[in-house]
């Protein structure tokens, strides 16, 4: 049941969260935008724990880790789609390379910590990612009819890439038995560290939008899609293994899409609706019970 209701929360807040992402484009400078999300979610989390937790220090090994959940997963990788956002590539097409987050997490959990997925984890991520294909044919079609910028696709591939190795650096902060609520505060720390040092070299001065779209989805960003998301998605990811927590990125397009439909006039297809059939067989198959043995009866981990 806890696992049940951290995934429902991961899909409902983040697949609400590409709808926000578009009020954050335009008078803000990508690089600030984020900035001011993760400096907002690390300082109510830092004020958290300092009043409801004994001040608990860590070592440097562990800072360095909390470093590269920083750099990987509350900075660089959000600066990436964000500038893709604004070079105009579509929110569809976005969550359909965020989408490939899966395989990625396969195979760095392979690389990084020698883990093998449970069987169906693969042709579960097939069939919701051919689901996806179908959801967003025509996203995808404007790739091969060269009206997509090829830059902002690659920014796009970068910012996945760089989510699956903050996945691991949460897995690797867990191993060590660091709370996730303790890793977020110090990897979003970090991460707004960094943004602002980036944003100071390059910008020269910081940019706000005071007016209610922008505030409004600004808090809702932070709070929302980066303290309760993250916090049950990497929760989630300790308890079931990156590959099927992954899966979350696959079926959240459905609730942006749904979204969609009712404030910008999305329509639906034949097609699209049988997409998201796909997408919500894959996600059976990948989230069934099975019995974790391998042939010789030892345990397989989970990816």
């Known amino acids: 049941m806890l696992n049940s209701g951290l995934y429902a929360l991961v899909v409902l807040i983040w697949g609400s969260t590409w709808l926000a992402i578009k009020f954050q484009v335009g008078v803000v400078p990508p690089i600030e935008s984020v900035l001011y999300r993760f400096a907002i979610a690390a300082a109510l989390l830092q004020g958290y724990l300092l009043l409801a937790r004994p001040r608990t220090r860590f070592d440097r090994g562990t800072h360095l880790r909390f470093l590269a959940l920083g750099l990987c997963l509350f900075s660089l990788n959000y600066l990436l789609f964000y500038t893709a956002t604004a070079f105009g590539l579509t929110t569809g097409l976005e969550a359909v390379i965020f989408s490939f987050l899966i395989f990625m997490n396969i195979a760095n959990a392979r690389l990084m910590f020698g883990e093998r997925p449970q069987p169906g984890i693969r042709p579960g991520a097939l069939i919701g990612l051919a689901g996806s294909a179908l959801l967003f044919r025509d996203e995808i079609g404007a790739v091969f009819a060269g009206n997509a910028t090829g830059l902002a696709i690659l920014l796009s591939i970068?910012?996945?890439?760089?989510?699956?190795?903050?996945?691991?650096?949460?897995?690797?902060?867990?191993?060590?038995?660091?709370?996730?609520?303790?890793?977020?505060?110090?990897?979003?720390?970090?991460?707004?560290?960094?943004?602002?040092?980036?944003?100071?070299?390059?910008?020269?001065?910081?940019?706000?939008?005071?007016?209610?779209?922008?505030?409004?989805?600004?808090?809702?960003?932070?709070?929302?899609?980066?303290?309760?998301?993250?916090?049950?998605?990497?929760?989630?990811?300790?308890?079931?293994?990156?590959?099927?927590?992954?899966?979350?990125?696959?079926?959240?397009?459905?609730?942006?899409?749904l979204l969609s439909s009712i404030f910008e006039d999305y329509q639906w297809t034949a097609a699209k609706l049988a997409g998201v059939g796909l997408i919500v067989l894959g996600n059976f198959v990948v989230l069934r019970r099975r019995p974790l043995v391998g042939r010789e009866g030892r345990p397989v981990k989970a990816a």
């Open 158 to 257: 970068g910012g996945t890439f760089l989510a699956s190795l903050g996945n691991m650096a949460s897995r690797g902060l867990q191993a060590r038995k660091v709370d996730v609520l303790s890793a977020n505060a110090w990897g979003m720390t970090y991460g707004a560290g960094l943004l602002f040092m980036g944003a100071l070299a390059t910008q020269g001065r910081f940019a706000f939008d005071p007016r209610p779209g922008y505030v409004l989805s600004l808090l809702a960003l932070a709070i929302f899609g980066s303290i309760v998301a993250f916090g049950a998605y990497l929760t989630l990811l300790g308890r079931i293994g990156s590959a099927r927590a992954a899966y979350a990125t696959i079926l959240f397009p459905i609730i942006a899409l």
